[in-house]
Nanobody, 116 residues
Framework: VQLQASGGGLVQAGDSLRLSCVVS????????MGWHRQAPGKEREFVAS????????QYADSVKGRFTIFRDNAKNTVYLRMNSLKPEDTAVYYC??????????WGQGTEVTVSS
């Protein structure tokens, strides 16, 4: 299984970004997908997740109302739309799939830097 994340970059506070994660090597539509992030000097934390059918999504309180997770099963891709970015959103963002209630396979991460 390979998860390839992209879309990060350097932006200013208030800007938007869209992250993408393409999954290969498994039947993408069978798995819940999620985004996590790790800021410098901090532990990795959950950001958002979306069920296989896209009918249910969850968000960390810190991103609710600003971030949207969505998926295109035909493209084996999960996205994270990030609006109203804040400096505290600066982190490396990782996509992952959930297998048997555990986040199992991880992408390589894409770096997001938000300047004030």
């Amino acid at each position: 299984v390979q998860l390839q994340a992209s879309g990060g970059g350097l932006v200013q506070a208030g800007d938007s970004l869209r992250l993408s994660c393409v999954v290969s090597g498994r039947t993408f539509s069978n798995y819940e997908m999620g985004w996590h992030r790790q800021a410098p000097g901090k532990e990795r934390e959950f950001v958002a997740s979306i069920r296989e059918s896209s009918l249910f999504a969850q968000y960390a309180d810190s991103v609710k109302g600003r971030f949207t997770i969505f998926r295109d099963n035909a493209k084996n891709t999960v996205y994270l739309r990030m609006n109203s970015l804040k400096p505290e959103d600066t982190a490396v963002y990782y996509c992952a799939d959930r297998v048997a209630s555990e986040w199992n396979d991880w992408g390589q991460g894409t770096e997001v830097t938000v300047s004030s």
